[in-house]
């Protein structure tokens, strides 16, 4: 069993920025693909950011230049910095990874973007 945990969600205005935690139990985060994906009101789920095992990235295109997913190792955390957050970033952040017995997620942390 994986357990990921989310954190630092939160209400921002347009252009702030936050930064999202997900501390992860059993398995180490360097060594598993993280990802982290978003969940707007009616929408499905999408991919924002991963980190792959030799630490390469990708984004989204709507996040691209904004967005920065790094991880901690000495803290088994992986984070998503999100800066000149906009209304449409709006959306519950979930973090995930897929080991070989499953497919496992947090329970999301929620970042209203909005005046």
């Known amino acids: 069993q994986v357990h990921l945990v989310e954190s630092g969600g939160g209400l921002v205005q347009p252009g702030g920025s936050l930064r999202l935690s997900c501390v992860a139990s059993t398995i180490r985060v360097n060594l598993n693909d993280m990802g982290w994906f978003r969940q707007a009101p009616g929408k499905q789920r999408e991919l924002v950011a991963r980190i792959l095992i030799r630490g390469s990235t990708n984004y989204a295109d709507s996040v691209k230049g904004r967005f920065t997913i790094f991880r901690d190792n000495a803290k088994n955390t992986v984070y998503l910095q999100m800066n000149n957050l906009k209304p449409e970033d709006t959306a519950a952040y979930y973090c995930?990874?897929?080991?070989?017995?499953?497919?496992?997620w947090g329970k999301g942390t929620p970042v209203p973007v909005s005046s």
């Open positions: 995930n990874t897929v080991v070989p017995y499953g497919d496992y």
